[in-house]
Structures are given as structure tokens and as C-alpha cells.
């Protein structure tokens, strides 16, 4: 997989010195520290951490969820200020789909949103929703549909918004095994089409191979922070089974294992 | 699971259902019969068949109706100008930190006035005409549709809000088009039990302040012991109740099924 990127200073996004301290009742927690990443365009970046080390919180920085307390998020050398319709969030659970709305409505949502007309917009819709693996199913509401199949919409409607980028938060985390290998085949795919920029967390170590074409791996907090950066140059669709794969699964398990077994 | 056989299922279960309700009635009117000829034996607890043929006779002269029809137009409007003004504002308390700040005192005083204490005041307000047993209706309902709703726009999902976020909305596109829609079983359930506390709020309005209705039957029964006719009025009240809950809850079935399963 060869990457093409114009020079180390047009990142996509870039975190700078990211700190995010938490004060509540039972005082200040500080989740993360010192966070430093640049993302190219078109890179699919899988962010690994344990349990707690504070994925969640750099993504919801990023999307602009949460505002960091340290440092600075540049989004095209702009300051991330708030949500905004170029970064498509995929969320962990599914409580993000709308139960009254059809697939098909949820999926073309965004456009309309953007005042699209309704024959535009369930073209398009349809178009992802195939893109997805759902064809014919786009009547059906999100408590007709599956956990996977759930996930499946969620991804089809970050992407008809056609945003700059993806932010994924553990995605595939609640599903089982085999749903979750299609899904992560799928999700590649669709990566290969559209060229977008992903920005992935998880804390499967297999899935974060399989995916990425750089896996961070973050040091578990309090302080979280990015603590090695592991490039994957392995062609897609990825063997699973080659040496060549086995052997950055056992680098980044090196780097995941101390933080597991680590001093605690 | 093949279509034909859900279908087949569907069908089954609503049969059951009716079933259900009309052996439990029979069940009902049979105990009744029971108690009331070899357990009370009293002039005081009629059984069923003379307290059917008296309400008979009564719908046959047109009596009956009338009483119902008098409840239920003044339960009718009471319940939708309560829904109508209760609505908005629980959308804006649930919306607005200053609102809710501002306005919960006064829902929180009031919701503990239940409406029959009300029926004075309202009764010195509004003179025993219609006005005063549909401002009692609007305000028992009022209060219960206020703080379901409010509740519901308060619990609609974060991440609901923050896709619509990240997908371009604004502020007044995340309330209409998120905020709303997924309060919507909630501002039906406010209603539903609104709806019960209006049939106990009309009767007891109706006892002490009106020319007619179901509470003013009861009223005259007793004054001139038609004992058959107090229990036509109960019976009627409960016949009533039922039909209208199980309207109610066969319209948010229609309507929001698919939002809640537990609806
Ligand atoms: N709103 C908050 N207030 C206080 N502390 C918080 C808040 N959100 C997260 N934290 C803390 O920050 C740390 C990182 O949380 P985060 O959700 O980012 O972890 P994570 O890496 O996503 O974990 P997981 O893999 O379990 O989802 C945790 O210790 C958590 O307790
Ligand atoms: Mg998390």
C-alpha cells in the first residue's frame, strides 16, 4: 500500500499538545495529556488503548463534541470549534439512529439537513445503502433491523453527508465475531472507494491490523497519551493468516501487552 | 419466519385479546351476581339484571346518552385545550435551562392541587356552566402533559443530538427534527394518564356543580335512592373509561409503535 501525501504539512487534522482534564464533584480528572497526531488525507487510522486510556475523549475533541482544556485541534489548519458536517461520526452504540425514521430516511438525513429534495435525496440514499450491503431493505426501521445491520446504516449515513472525514468509535465493538470480520472486509472496501479519512478506535488488536494503515497505540491514564505509532504496509484486503500480518499483530501486541501488564 | 404465518399469528393474538376481555367482563358481572344475590342480599347492591334492564330503559328514553354525551364533551374539551397549552410548555421547559428554572416552581406547586380541590374556586370563577368543568379538565390535565413531556425532551439520547450535529444541524433543526419526534411517546403516555385523571376530575365536578352528566345522575340518585340508577352511572363510567384507554392506547400504538416497543 503506497501512500501519496504532499508533504508533511498539509495534514487533514492535527492535534497539538491535546489535554483534556474532567473536573467534577470528585475533583479534576485529567483523561488526557499531551496528545500529538497529525492525519494525512485518506489515511485509516486506528487509535488502540485499553479500556479508560481515553479514546473516546480525543474523539469527541475531534468532532467537536468536547473541547480540549490543553493544546490545539486544526482542521485544514483551522481550530476545530464544534461539530460540523465535514467529520461523519460512526457511534459505539446505536441509540444514534432514529426509531422513527426508515433506513432510508435515516441514511438521507444529512441532505436533508441540507434542503436536498426528496427524489435527490433517496437517490442518493439508495446509492449508500447498497454501498452497504442493504439493498431492498431501506423500508425497514431501526428496531426491524439487526445490530450489525444497525452499524451498517450508521456508516451509510456518515457517508451520503459526504463529510472530509470519518471518526469511528469502536464501531463493531458489541458485535460477534463473524458479523464483525464482514463488516471490518465491508468497511475496507468501502475505504477504497471513497478515500476518505478515517480516524478509528478500538481495542481489538486483530482489528486494528486488518484496517489501518497506521495503528497509534495510546498509553493507558491517568495522562493518556499516544505512546507509539505502528505504520501497517500491507496490501488490501489484508491475509490475516500471512507472516506478514502475524508479525505487526505481535509488534503491536508488544506495545498493548506492557500497557495491560504494565505497573499498576 | 414466513409473512403468511406472522400475519396468522397477529390475527390470533388480537383474537385472544378480544376473547380475553369479554370472558373477564362476563367473569366481572358473574361475581357481581354472585355477591350481590347470595353473599349481600340487599336492596342496597342490586345484581346485574335489573341494574341492565333499568340502564336499558334509561337508553331508551334517551337519558342515558344525554348524561354520557354531557360527560365526555366537557372531558373532550378540557383534555385537548390541557394538551394544547401543557404541550408547548413541558417542549420548553425540557428545551430551555431558564425555563425550566423559571416555570418549575409553578408546576411543581400546582401538581400537588389536585383539581377537586379546585372545583370551589373554580365553580365562584366560572358559575356551574360548562366553563368551570372545562378549565378543571384543562388543568388536571395540564400538569400530568407538562412533566412527561419535559421528561421525554430531557431524555432523548445524546448521541441522537450529536449525529444530527455532525451531520450539519442547527440548533432549531436538532429540536424539530430529533428533540420533537423522539419526545413524541412521551407526550402520548402524559396524555393517556391525563386522560384518567380527567374521568375522576368530571365526576366529582359534576357531584357538586352541574345540571347534568354522569356526576349529576349519581348526584339525584342518591337524593332520591334510585339505587339501579347509581349503579347504571358506575357501570357507565366504566365502560367508558375502558373504551377510551384502549382508543388511546390503540392510537399510540398506530402512531408510535414503531418509536418505543413498550408503548
Ligand atoms: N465526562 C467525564 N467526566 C469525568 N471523567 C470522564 C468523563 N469522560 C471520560 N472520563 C474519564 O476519562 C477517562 C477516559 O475515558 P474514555 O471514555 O475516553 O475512555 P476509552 O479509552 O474510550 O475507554 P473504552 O475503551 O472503555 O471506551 C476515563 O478514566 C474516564 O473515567
Ligand atoms: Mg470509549
Redesign the pocket.
Known sequence: MVFVTQGADVALVSLQGVGKT?S?RTGA?E??RDFSLDLAEGEFFCLL??????????L?MVAGFEAATAGSILLDGAPVQGPGADRGVVF?GHDSLYEWLTALDNIGFGLRLRGLGRAERREKAEHFLRMVGLTGQGAKHPSELSGGMKQRIQIARALANDPRMLLM??PFGALDAMTRAVLQGELSRIWAETKKTVLF?T?DIEEACALATRVGV?RR??G?TLKAIVPVDLPFPRERTSDDFMRVFRDVHALIHDEIHGAH | MPLFMMRFTVRTDRWATIGGYITGFALLFLVWHLAATYLVKSTLFPPPGPVLARGWMLIEDGILQEQIIASLKRIAQGFLLGSAIGIPIGLAIGSFKPVRWLLEPWTEFFRFIPAVAMITVSVIWFGIGEESKVFLIAYTTIFVVIISTAAGVGAVGRDKIRAAQCLGANRWQVFGLVALPATVPYILTGMRLAMSNAFVTIVAAELIASNDGLGKMLWDARLFMQIEDIFVALVALGLLGFATDRSFRFLIRAFAGRFNATV
Open positions: 474532567f467534577g480528572w483523561a488526557v488503548g485499553t479500556s479508560g486510556c481515553g479514546k473516546t475523549t480525543v469527541n459505539q468509535d469502536e478506535i481495542h495510546m491514564g491517568p493518556g
